[in-house]
Every structure is written in C-alpha cells, then in structure tokens.
C-alpha cells in the first residue's frame, strides 16, 4: 500500500482485487497513530465497472473502522495512486478517471504539479444538496448554522473567528447532537472563508475536501463568498467551484510505500 496526503488529510492507498473480510479491523490497526503506519483513513482501491464505466471502485473505512461514503481529499490520494501505476500518466500525459464511491460515481483528472511527488487533482463532486432538517442547535457561539450532503452529510456553523473555536471538543460535540455528523466551523476571510473541521470516525483533521464543498456551497448562500470560493484550512487551502457539480480543486502528495502485515 501506499500512503498519500491532500493538505495533511493523510490516508493508506491498498490497490487490491477485492476487499478483504477484517477490512474495518484491518482500518483500526494500520491507521492507528502509535501502533500502526498512522492515517485519518484506509482506501481500498478496487476493480472498476465496465458496464457503469469506472475505472477503480473507492472504498473507504474512517480511522475507528467505520465506512464512510465519499472523502475529497481521500478520493484524490486515491486517484494519484492509480495514476502512479497507469503508463498514460507515467508518459506525462495527465489522467481521466471515474471512480465509483459509496456517494456516487466523481470524475477525477489527475494532472502533474511539476513537484516529483505531487499532483494537482480536480473533483467533479455531484451536486450538494439539503442535508438531515435540524430546527436548532445548542451552540451559544454559532451565529447560524446549515446542513448539506455532498454524498456524506454535514454541519455547516459560522462562527465569529475559527480560530477561537475549540473543535476537538465542540465539534464532537455538536456532531452528537445532530445525529452523528461531520462538523465546519466557518468564518469569513479576505479571500474567501477559513474553516475547521471535526470528522465523525476520526476526529480533528487539517482539512476536509467534501467538507470545503459543504461549506462553501452554504457560504455562497449566505452571502459571504463568491464563487470559486477559496476555501483555507489548517493544511491549506482548495478552490471550490460552485454550480449544478461542484468542482473541488486541489493538490495530493505521495508520502511512502509502506509494507503491512
């Protein structure tokens, strides 16, 4: 397997023919930070469709084990594993792929970043939609608050400054209350928003690419960015571009090939 980062939301890549039975425990173990290789999560990547035309199916287990439907961040460290193994992509030509998720089929387009060990990698998301009906929150330093599904589903809170946000315990918080949930605390910024995330079977990560989706889908609605919104995270930042697909642009970075097992 290998190991990749999309603005520190680092995952393990298995490129395999099937899924393997103790994937969930098989999850737990390698992505533990002390006691395995150390991941926000593992990503089985598995024969695609012919008759649905995809060319890798993505299966993704959060670092508690648990299956989650879409990451897109994960979705693109997906992506430059298989374009590191595709002779098209080796002879410099960028790559094409749709990538079956359990969110639904995403188009992805690999292209090199000029950097050995990076490529900048563009998500055509689907649409975002309402998410779960919430008529209120408990949360006395949220200024207003939204739900949507970019085919996992989110909390949207703004905030007055992210930075002021306690988000381990907040959004854990937050995300019990709403029925188990991922988590954006957003406030507005010169050049677009600054987000924070808290993500359900993981916890606090340096970025979140369907969470960006979410959150700059909500904060269009809201009159605080246009679009493309730039969306800046503790890892950095990615470049959503809102309409009937959103499109998520941003970089993925080979870590290490890593022998487990």
């Not at 970019?150 to 381990?168: F, K, Q, T, Y």
């Amino acid at each position: 397997m290998s190991k990749h980062h999309g603005l520190g939301n680092d995952f393990l890549i298995a490129l395999a023919g099937a899924l393997p039975a103790d994937a969930p425990a098989m999850a737990r173990a390698v992505c533990h930070r002390t006691r395995g290789v150390g991941a926000d999560g593992l990503i089985f990547g598995l024969p695609g469709d012919a008759g649905a035309g995809t060319d890798v199916t993505m299966v993704l287990f959060n670092a508690d084990g648990t299956r989650a439907e879409m990451s897109g961040n994960g979705i693109r460290c997906l992506a430059q594993a298989v374009s590191q193994q595709d002779s098209r992509y080796k002879a410099g030509r960028g790559l094409e792929l749709r990538i079956a998720t359990d969110g639904g089929i995403r188009a992805v387009q690999v292209v090199p970043s000029g950097e050995a060990c990076e490529v900048e990698a563009y998500v055509s998301m689907g649409p975002v939609s309402s998410g779960v009906e919430l008529e209120s929150i408990d949360y006395a330093d949220g200024l207003r608050f939204a739900t949507a599904d970019v085919g996992n589903p989110h909390l949207v809170v703004e905030v007055a400054s992210v930075e002021e946000v306690d988000v381990a315990t907040d959004g854990a918080c937050l995300a019990e209350t709403a029925g188990g949930i991922n988590v954006e605390f957003i406030s507005a910024a010169a050049d677009g928003i600054d987000m924070r995330v808290w993500e359900r079977g993981v916890g606090v990560t340096q970025a979140c690419g369907t969470g960006a989706c979410a959150a700059a889908h909500v904060a269009h609605q809201w009159g605080m960015a246009d679009s493309p919104v730039r969306v800046s995270m503790p890892g950095g930042s990615v470049a959503v571009q809102l309409g009937d697909t959103v499109l998520l642009a941003g970089p993925a970075e080979y870590i290490a090939t890593v022998e487990y097992g």
